[in-house]
């Protein structure tokens, strides 16, 4: 079984403050990927990032970078200089064990306050 | 490349009537297609999925249905709606099962009253 763990259900910051969504998961299997999708006010969800089990390297893209620890199942995100654009509900995925079906955690809401 | 479509957006329907969303995806063939279900202020629900046409898994026993009539196009169905059918549904293809990295359609708000 496949378990994401998102604790923060809401989350307030002041625009350009840096912010960290959490995400731990759970799987008995060596081989699994990992996600982030953004679903901005609109709705749609957004895929973000794909990260692979044996893969621990830590990836930024502009403001967004993404911390990775097997040791501790967790694949935290991390927005620097928050923008209001950056609200929306984030969640964390986690696809393992060749299901070929996703797990998602119940979401992370961020408010970025002007 | 690759798009995703789903319909309606906005549906408004009285318990006991029937249901139809449309998913199609255009630009890849033998996806596999995905439907879950987001309640308010919930998470993602995993309902259906297909690997290939008439191939459909369910992963929750439920009033809905879903069939694959052709490679891309993927139907969510009810015969009778129920009220706590009400939520936010969202379709989504997968090109690479084994990774599983997912793209979702616009979504389709369904209320029931």
């Known amino acids: 079984a496949q378990k994401v763990t998102q604790a923060q259900t809401e ?27 953004k679903q901005p006010p609109s709705g749609e ?26 040791s501790t199942s967790s694949f935290n995100f991390t927005i620097t200089a928050s923008q209001v654009v950056d609200s929306a509900v984030y969640f964390c995925a986690l696809n393992s064990g060749g299901y070929q079906k996703v797990t998602f955690g119940t979401g992370t809401k961020l408010q970025v306050i002007p | ?50 690997i290939g046409i008439d191939q459909i898994s369910s992963e929750v026993p439920q ?15 009810s015969k009778k709606l129920l009220l706590s059918d009400s939520g936010f549904y969202l379709c989504a293809w997968t090109g690479t099962p084994n990774t599983g990295e997912l793209f979702f359609g616009e979504g389709s708000r369904l209320t029931v009253l």
């Open chain 1, 45 to 70: 969800l957004v895929f973000l990032i794909r990260r692979n089990s044996f893969d621990e390297q830590n990836e930024i893209s502009g403001r967004y970078s993404w911390n990775f620890q097997k």
């Open chain 2, 63 to 77: 009033n809905l249905s879903a069939s694959r009539p052709q490679d891309r196009q993927f139907i969510l169905s």
């Open chain 2, 1 to 50: 490349s690759q798009t995703i479509h789903q319909w309606p957006a906005t549906l408004v329907q009285p318990v006991g009537s029937p249901l139809s969303l449309e998913c199609t995806v255009e630009g890849t063939s033998n996806p596999n297609l995905y439907w879950y279900r987001q309640a308010a202020g919930r998470g993602l629900q995993l309902l259906f999925y297909s």
């Open chain 1, 11 to 37: 989350i307030s910051v002041v625009e350009k403050e840096d912010v960290t969504l959490d995400c731990v998961y759970e799987t008995r299997d060596t081989t699994y990927y990992l996600f982030w999708y």
